[in-house]
């Protein structure tokens, strides 16, 4: 059973936008962070971007700073904007969502529950 669904991926060619969506299915979740990881074939999944869930604090991987926007509504949905998209950032986008105490944020393995993945692909 999905608890996190995701949209918005597909292909792109480089210098264009994607929006990703993520939001929680068929369950309440207690959030700390929200957020986005990613892993390209051959390569360890990474860290994107996340929100803080009290405050709205984004956080972002310096590879994707000044180009991604994270964001999110009052339905806990979390959004992933993404603009200049270089064929590097082809991947599988993975939401995810952390609860318990603060800290590490960019560590998949303290991430809690995960979507099922969409396919981003940035051509050049």
């Known amino acids: 059973q999905e608890q996190l669904v995701e949209s918005g991926g597909g292909l792109v060619q480089a210098g264009g936008s994607l929006r990703l969506s993520c939001a929680p299915s068929g369950r309440t979740f207690s959030i700390t962070y929200m957020g986005w990881f990613r892993q390209a074939p051959g390569k360890e999944r990474e860290f994107v971007a996340s929100v803080r869930w009290s405050g709205n604090t984004p956080y972002y991987a310096d590879s994707v700073k000044g180009r991604f926007t994270i964001s999110r509504d009052n339905t806990n949905t979390v959004y992933l904007q993404m603009n200049s998209l270089q064929p590097e950032d082809t991947a599988v986008y993975y939401c995810?969502?952390?609860?318990?105490?603060?800290?590490?944020?960019?560590?998949?393995?303290?991430?809690?529950?995960w979507g099922q993945g969409t396919q981003v692909s940035v051509s050049s």
């Open positions: 995810a969502v952390r609860s318990g105490p603060p800290g590490s944020v960019a560590v998949a393995s303290r991430y809690n529950y």
